[in-house]
């Protein structure tokens, strides 16, 4: 494990309830220690080398740099940490993004106090704890019908249309102009041989395109 086999732990976490809260579960609980807690990656950023945490907790929704764009930063200032993602959303496009930025495992925020604890655990033994919720979406992706005729885009698109996100809404989380994402539906209705959103959104989970 560590160096003197306490899991040293920090966490960055803007809400000041939760960030003391995980403090005190952690730091309370044998064989872990918290070494610092920050409220956003810009605060952390010019001391947590020298914190040296094997396990770091890392609020997605984070003020300034997001969670999610902070991970690669991390990982260069602490290449040997764990760090594990805490959000109060479960979007699959954010957790494929967390994960493909760095991130050791990825957990709601409504996870039991136990289980936070078994988790920090987890990693240190090479894991990749998740919440159950999040495990069964990552799952399912990778049951997708491969014969799917949308593309990638167009299948995260209409991922997004079916959590009931508007077009614009869409285009800006994507960072994609709205005319983009116009272009984008209308490829899939033609594919996809309909007429409607609601049409789009059964064809495409009846074959398991989303």
């Known amino acids: 494990m560590s160096r003197d086999l306490t899991i040293r732990v920090s966490l960055i976490e803007d809400d000041e309830t939760i960030r ?12 872990y220690k918290v070494v610092s807690a920050y409220r956003s990656f810009e ?19 984070l003020p300034g740099l997001s969670g999610i764009d902070a991970l690669p930063k991390l990982k260069k200032l602490l290449p040997e940490t764990h760090i594990l993602m805490l959000t109060v959303y479960e979007h699959e496009q954010q957790i494929f993004r967390a994960l493909g930025n760095g991130a050791a495992g990825y957990l709601t925020k409504n996870t039991s106090h136990d289980k936070i604890i078994s988790a920090i655990h987890e990693v240190m033994e090479g894991g990749g704890p998740m919440s159950a919720h ?21 299948t ?17 989380e994507l ?14 209705y033609h594919k996809l041989n309909v007429h409607s959103k609601a049409d789009a959104i059964k064809t495409a989970k009846d074959n398991k395109f989303i």
Request: hydrophobic content about 35%; charged content about 35%.
């Open 156 to 172: 995260e698109i209409l991922e997004q249309i079916a959590t009931g996100k508007s077009r614009k809404r869409i285009a800006e």
């Open 20 to 31: 003391e809260g995980y403090a005190y579960l952690i730091g309370n609980t044998e064989g």
């Open 43 to 61: 605060d952390a950023a010019r001391r947590i080398a020298q914190d040296d945490p094997d396990v770091l907790l890392l609020d997605v929704e």
């Open 175 to 188: 960072f994609i102009d709205l005319e983009t994402v116009k272009s984008h539906i209308k490829n899939i």
């Open 134 to 154: 999040i495990a069964r979406m990552v799952i399912s992706s990778f049951k997708r019908n491969e014969q799917s005729p949308l593309t990638r885009r167009e």
